[in-house]
Nanobody
Framework: QVQLVESGGGLVQAGGSLRLSCAAS????????MGWFRQAPGKERKFVAS????????YYTDSVKGRFTISRDNAKNTVYLQMNSLKPEDMAVYYC?????????????????WGQGTQVTVSS
């Protein structure tokens, strides 16, 4: 089992920045590819970004490229999502997820473990 706890969400004005963190516990963090997803009210959960086990490869959905950066610190068992130039359409609950996968970045939705989510609100 892997437990994931997100933090860092909050209210920010459009154009501002937030950094989300996801702390993992349970199993060897470096065995897992990690991802960030988001879900706006009334909409499906959507992929945002993913990072491979070592942090050497990342992948982003087009709408966040150049604004968001995913990173990880395996020594701290934590994955981050730095979000800059936030837009009202970025407003959602953000979830981190872990996938037992030793290849490159994982871009599917069938992650093995999910956090409880953290709310990001962007005011215009």
């Amino acid at each position: 089992q892997v437990q994931l706890v997100e933090s860092g969400g909050g209210l920010v004005q459009a154009g501002g920045s937030l950094r989300l963190s996801c702390a993992a516990s349970g199993r060897t963090f470096s065995n897992y590819a990690m991802g960030w997803f988001r879900q706006a009210p009334g909409k499906e959960r959507k992929f945002v970004a993913s990072i491979n086990w070592s942090g050497g490869s990342t992948y982003y959905t087009d709408s966040v490229k150049g604004r968001f950066t995913i990173s990880r610190d395996n020594a701290k068992n934590t994955v981050y999502l730095q979000m800059n130039s936030l837009k009202p359409e970025d407003m959602a609950v953000y979830y981190c997820a872990a996938k037992d996968y030793s290849g490159g970045v994982y871009v599917g939705y069938d992650y093995d473990y999910w956090g409880q989510g953290t709310q990001v609100t962007v005011s215009s």
